[in-house]
Structures are given as C-alpha cells and as structure tokens.
C-alpha cells in the first residue's frame, strides 16, 4: 500500500522499509518514506497507529526491527538519539523542572561546551522566536501550558537542528490557543528554514500546516500527498473518512465515465477500471447541491436532520431507496421539507475498492471443520484431504457480530466504522491480530468488544 | 443527640485521640526533659547540668564520635544504597517488583532483632566485635531507609525528561549528572534524614555490636538517665542533642522542601 513519491535528489530522510514489532505486535509495517529538505511533513493518523513510534524511531528512541533511516544519505539506524542532529518537542513539554527556563534552553548547548556569552545571545534570540522575551529567569513550574509549550520549542530550535521532530506539541493547549500555536509554528518553519517532522491526529492541524501530509493507519502508509491531494484525491475508504467529512457509498463502474451508485447511475470523471468492477465513491457533503422540489434534479428525498455548524447548516437527507447523504449548505432545509439533489461528475471521487471480500488462509481439519484465524470453524462437506492449505472466502455480510463475546466462535473488537450511506462497514480486529471486514445494519462503537459468528454455508473454500 | 452526631461527622474531632496520645506522650515528655534539665538533685534551678557537659571533655568527645560514626554510616548507606535505588528503579535493569521487595524486606524484621543476628554472624565467622562491627551493623540496619526514598523518587522523575536530555545531546553520564541526580537529591535528603538522625541517638545496636565497648552519646544519655542522682544531667544530654537534631533536620528539611517543589509535578 505504501506507495511512494518519486523519488529526487536533495532528501534530508529516507526512511527505508521499516517494520517494528513490540513482542509479537507488528505496530510499522514496511514504511517507506523519504522527506525533502525544509519540507513541512505531517504524520496524520488515529491513536495506535504508529505515528508516534515512527516518530521516536527517527529520534532514536526506539531502533526499527527491519529497514534503515538515512539522514542525508548516511544510515542512522543504529545512531543513538545524542548524537543525531534533531531536536524533539515532546507532547508533554518535557521540561527540567529543577532548571529555569534560560537553563532548559541552554541545556543543549551547554553540553556542546559552547562559549557563555554565545550561549546567552542564542538563548536570547530563541526566546524571542517564541515570544517569551524577559522569561529568562522564571522557573518553569510557574508557567502556562502555552509558555510551557514556547519553552519546549525554544529548547529544540536553539540547537539549530536539521530536523525538528513535533509529537502532537500542541494536543494539550485549548482550542484558541491551538490555533495561534499552528499560524506561529507554520511562521517558525519559514524562517528557520528547518525541516519539520510533525505528528497528529488532528486532521484539521494537518490540512492547516503541512506541505506534505503521510496519512498512516495500522503501522501503514495509506496515502502521501499535499494538503488538497489527500483533501480531493483520498486514495482510500480510510482517508477519505479521515480526512473532513465524507459519504461514502458501494459502488459499480459500469464503464469508463460511468458509474452506478444509490442503484442510480451517474457521469463521472474517473476511467481506467475495468467495466462492472466494483468501486468506491466518495462525495463531499459540500459538493453536494441541495435545492427545493424540482423535477429535473437527479435525486430527490426528504431532509430528516438540519444542524447549524457555524458557518454552513449541516443536513441529512433520506433518499426514497433507504440511502442517507450528507449534505452541507449556506441554506437551511427544514427536517421534513422535501428537496433535490445534484451531483456534478467532477465531484463524484471514484476509488478502487481494496477488497470485495474477506480472504483467510485455512487448513482443512476434516470433512466438515477448518481451521482458520485461530479457531476451528464448521463447514459444508468439501472432500479434501486433512491438512490441506486453502483459502476461504467469506462475504461481508456473512459475518455475524453478537454482544456478548463469549457467544462468539472468535473474540474481536470494533477499529474503523465507514458509514456507507445505508450499512456500515466495520473493520474488526480480532484477539489473533487477524482482520475481517463486516457489513452491518447494527450500531456498533469503536472499541467495541465483540464475538464474531460465522455459518458454515458462508464459508466459501477455494483450493490453493 | 442532634449535637453528638455533629459532634462525630466533623473531622477535627477524629484527630482528638491522636492528639490526646501526642499531648500524653511527646510534648509532656518533652516539658519534662526541659524542666529537669534545668534542675538539680534536690529540684533547685540551675545551669551547671550544661556546665557540666562542657567541662567534661569525656562527654564531648563521645558526642563528637557519635556523631562521626551517625556520619559514616549516612554516607555508607548512601554509597551503598543510591546504586541500588537506581538500579531497582530503571525498568532497564529490573522488570519485577520482586527485587524491590528484597531489597525493602529487611525494614520488616524488627532492628534488634537483625542486630541480634547480626552479632551472631559475627560469632560464627570469627570476626571480633568492635567498630567495624559497628560500622556494618548500623549500615546493615539502615541501609533500607535510604534505598526505599531514594528509589521512591526516581520511580517518579518522568522517563520524558531523561528523553528529552537524551535528544539534547546528553549521553548516558550527562543525563545522570545532569537530569537524574538532580531530581533524585529530595529521595537522598529523606534518607538522610532517616538514617542520620537515629544513629546518632542509637545506644542499643551499639552495645550490642561492640559488647558495650564502645559508648555512643545515647548510651551516656541512658546510663544517666537510669540512675537517679544524675537523672538531671541526663535531661541535659537529650536536650542538647535534640536541638542539634532540631537544627540540622530544620535545615535539610528546608533544603527538602524547596528541591522536591521543582522535583515533583
């Protein structure tokens, strides 16, 4: 999946197919990265996904298990954080509580024996960077969280580090104060002239900083790109509902320019799938017009929810055929009233659909049982030899999710809910670190704890 | 009835049976250790108690050699207990609490009965009795007193900030002068204060160790306090001592105070 831009001259990181494991859990999986020099990267994932081991494997904190680290051209793999020329600014500020904020700031450059008054005019000037003039000598317990924040990254930037390594720096400030950090970091980067290495899981922060953003999730690359790429282009399901708002739906490119969607079938852009292959299709919920009743539009439906999000309303309209779109405007639509739709084919985002089904490798246990994801399962007569290595198909919607888990033949829990505009589609994980894909009607949570069922009628088995 | 329920529920009034056991048992002995002090045989007002303990060179002498010995065994629990803490607190080093227990298990035995063993031990091996014997029976007895703080502390310095040193640029010596002992010094100045100030008014683990040859200030303080007639010069003693204690632990906890204010956040 981690595709990789082409690559050019001039890259500060390469970051070599790197995989990590913490005991017998694959956290990276063979990521491939190369970062340009002054460039403004983000890292932009949920929880879990190995951002931040990505991250402290290039400070060095945490040594990868394959693949190396280049820092221009030389391999740092091995290299211990001290002597790597990168700073970090810790999500928790890390500040020496028993140093005042001239002595945090000077920490670095003390221990490269740097003449005093040298070390002064730096310390000097960085906190005028940060705006945090005349802090000299305040201790670092008296100050804000922001001030805090300001130190830490004055104490990183003094040092004048190739690379500036960010681990969510701004995730413990408030809303207001998140938004002057992000103008004030973005002026920094222009000036310093530093490469930036910044890792989040807010996507706005992301969209708002980066020149280039890595969308990862699972320990994998899903998508790398600028801003309005990952925005417009998102390669995948996953992106594109992790980035801004989206509907997602099933559907089928009937032929080059053509594709069906809501069992209606609509002009598009796209081509180059082969014809009748399935597909998604992401639109967003502001490229979406909505207008009162008229004939002519291509969908028509009823407003079932109208929400005031500040500068646009937000509202979902239920579609005659069960389907449920998002929908932003200027214009409110009143719950209830009846309105239309149109799509333009631009705005219809077509992606390759990853998978149309679940795929597990199993081994034949007898005439009726395999065994597969850790378990042995229950099957219809398929006259094979014991010990046979098959594959075994089961379709989303075969999969059944119960409460309780111990009612399950398999334990899992609930990752990633993609609302597909009349199901969602749930990716689960389970005990086994093995994943299955669900089709459901229910409403489930992420995190949810479940047991899955599978019927031996469902269970599809195809010979290797 | 109203009144007694009141009466019960406000929470100063649970604190009367403790102070009813610190009025009866620490401030009146201390009223008295003053007033005798300051008295002589036959209950008549006088100084010459404190006269007499700067005129007697024998009893300065041992006051000074207790001392001397309080310090030697701080400093040998330090030497021998700062490592340990260090090494039972770096999750590097040590996975399981099981270490930390063996290393605290001793605090669990009553002292005197240690010391007890420990004479034993002495016995066995051949070893004569003496000061050395000292020397290693009171590091023995207290050298959990230094660890468990100590470690304490540096259960708690946030492992970021050793980060933090690190991508500054600090190798492993640096960060440890640089970040862990600093941040570790409140964890030493508990210990001190834990092993310092009972050796030196220790009497019985010192007779014990060195069969009574070796008499240290607080065996003078109970020889005189034992007997009547020198029961006011041994008032004297205690008084004298403890405002040394007094003195020195006001100091260091003032010192305490003001690192572990940037030690802990």
Same mark, same amino acid.
């Given at each position: ?34 970062? /340009? ?8 994932? +949920? ?76 310390? /000097? ?9 005349? @802090? ?60 930036? *290495? ?103 439906? /009823? ?19 069960? @389907? ?10 009143? +719950? ?82 993609? @609302? ?45 | ?138 590091? @023995? ?79 003078? *303080? ?24 007094? *003195? ?18």
């Amino acid at each position: 999946m981690a595709e990789n831009r082409i690559e050019p001259g001039g890259n500060i990181i390469d970051i070599k197919h790197v995989s990590k494991w913490f005991g017998d859990k694959q956290v990276l999986d063979d990521v491939s990265l190369y970062i /340009r020099k002054g460039e403004f990267v983000t890292i932009l994932g +949920p929880s879990g996904c190995g951002k931040t081991t990505l991250l402290r494997i290039l400070s060095g904190f945490e040594t990868a298990s394959e693949g190396e680290i280049l820092l221009e051209g030389a391999d740092i793999t091995q290299t211990p954080p001290h002597q790597r020329p990168m700073n970090t600014v810790f999500q928790r500020y890390a500040l020496f509580p028993h140093l005042n904020v001239y002595d945090n700031i000077a920490f670095g450059l003390k221990l490269k024996k740097i003449k005093t008054n040298i070390i002064e005019n730096k310390v /000097r000037r960085a906190l005028k960077m940060v705006g945090m003039t005349d @802090y000299e000598h305040r201790d670092v317990n008296s100050l804000s969280g922001g001030q805090q924040q300001r130190v830490a990254i004055a104490r990183a930037i003094v040092n004048q580090p190739q690379v500036l390594l960010l681990d969510e720096p701004l995730a413990a400030l408030d809303l207001k104060m998140r938004k002057d950090m992000q103008m004030e970091l973005k002026e920094m980067h222009k000036t310093l002239g530093i490469t930036f *290495i910044y890792v989040t899981h807010d996507q706005e922060e992301a969209l708002t900083l980066s020149d280039t953003i890595v969308v990862m999730s699972e320990g994998v690359i899903q998508q790398i790109g600028t801003p309005t790429d990952i925005y417009n282009e998102p390669e995948n399901c996953f992106v594109a509902d992790f980035i801004g708002e989206s509907n997602i739906l099933n559907g089928i490119m009937i032929e080059d320019r053509l594709v069906k969607f809501m069992d209606t079938e609509f002009k598009c852009v796209d081509e180059g799938f082969s014809n009748n292959a399935p597909v998604d299709v992401v639109i967003r919920p502001e490229d979406i017009y909505i207008m009162a009743h008229t004939e002519n539009a291509m969908l028509h439906g /009823r407003v079932s929810s109208c929400i005031f999000k500040g500068v646009h309303y937000e509202m979902t309209v239920q579609l005659p055929n069960g @389907y449920e779109l998002m929908v932003q405007d200027y214009n409110a639509f009143e +719950p209830e009233s009846e309105v239309s739709l149109i799509i333009k084919p631009s705005d219809i985002h077509v992606m390759k659909k990853e998978r149309t089904c679940n795929t597990f490798e199993a081994t034949i246990v007898d005439d009726t049982h395999i065994d597969m994801l850790g378990a042995t399962f229950e099957c219809m007569p398929h006259g094979l030899e014991k010990d046979t290595e098959v594959k075994v198909e089961v379709d989303f919607g075969k999969i059944e999710l119960t409460d309780d888990k111990e009612d399950g033949m398999l334990e899992g829990d609930v990752r990633l809910i993609l @609302y597909k505009g009349n199901h969602y589609h749930l990716t689960i994980v389970t005990d086994e670190d093995d994943y299955l894909y669900v089709d459901t009607n229910d409403v489930w949570d992420d995190g949810d704890m479940v047991g899955i069922n599978i019927l031996p009628e469902d269970i599809r088995i195809i010979k290797n | 009835m109203n009144k007694l329920i009141k009466f019960i529920s406000r929470r100063s009034t649970w604190a009367i049976p403790y102070v009813i056991f610190l009025l009866l048992l620490v401030v009146l002995p201390l009223i008295l250790i003053g007033v005798y002090a300051f008295m002589d045989y036959s209950g008549n007002f006088t100084v010459a108690n404190f006269v007499k303990f700067i005129e007697q060179p024998e009893a300065i002498k041992t006051f000074v050699y207790s001392v001397a010995i309080a310090i030697i065994t701080t400093f040998l629990c330090i030497l021998l207990g700062y490592p340990a803490a260090y090494i039972l607190s770096n999750k590097e080093y040590n996975r399981s609490k099981t270490m930390v227990l063996l290393f605290i298990l001793p605090m669990w035995v009553n002292i005197l009965i240690r010391t007890l063993a420990t004479v034993s031990l002495f016995d066995i091996t051949g070893i004569p009795l003496g000061e050395g014997a000292l020397l290693f029976g009171l590091t @023995y007895d207290f050298l959990p007193f230094m660890i468990y703080p100590i470690y304490n502390t540096m259960m708690k310095i946030d492992k970021n900030l050793i980060e933090a040193a690190q991508d500054l640029g600090a190798n492993q010596l640096r960060v440890f002068l640089k970040v862990i002992l600093p941040l570790s010094m409140p964890g030493v100045v508990s210990g001190i204060m834990m092993v310092f100030l009972p050796t030196i008014s220790t009497f019985a683990i010192s007779e014990l160790l060195t069969m009574n040859d070796i008499r240290l200030f607080g065996s003078i *303080i109970q020889e005189n306090i034992m007997l009547s007639d020198t029961m006011n010069y041994g008032a004297a003693l205690s008084l004298i001592m403890l405002l040394i204690i007094g *003195i020195t632990s006001f100091f260091s906890g003032d010192e305490e105070s003001e690192v572990s204010h940037g030690g802990i956040i």
